[in-house]
């Protein structure tokens, strides 16, 4: 048998095996021949070679229908639950959206309530200065012509 048939089924490279055949000389001796380009290999080579560069073997595929319809429900339970997250986080966005509406709302009324104070303060000033200048003109419309002459 030469290298070119036993690396037929073989993920090994040619290069890798002739290297692996001068690198392991002892274990070879008397066991392998060179014809031409090609290196002949006896039984007790390949057995060697086989442990080194075994075929490949096909995978075997298992199909587990019930572990298959558990995954299934699992996804379409987390599709349920992502379903849900997202409505929830609707939810409260537009639940902080109404907080953050009332907290505006709080503050202008705070302002208008502050606002109204500052004009209910502004009126207290003015009625007082009205009153004032309503006594001093009843004082002046009381004296006597020769008074308000003399400026008294």
Known sequence: ????????????????????????????????????????????????????????????VIEDKESRQKLIKAQEYIIQLQEKVNEQSLLIAKAESMQMLLDNKEQQLARSEQRENEWKEKQKQTEEELNRVREELEK??????IAKLLRK
């Not at 002046?140 to 012509?145: C, L, Q, T, V, Y």
Request: charged share 40%.
């Open 1 to 60: 048998m030469t290298i070119t048939e036993f690396l037929e089924g073989r993920t090994a490279e040619r290069q890798a095996v002739t290297r692996y055949i001068e690198r392991h000389k002892e274990e070879f001796k008397e066991h392998i021949s060179k014809r031409g380009r090609e290196i002949e290999i006896d039984d007790v080579a390949f057995a060697i070679l086989e442990k080194k560069y075994p075929l490949q073997s096909l995978v075997q």
């Open 140 to 145: 002046e419309r009381n004296k006597s012509w």
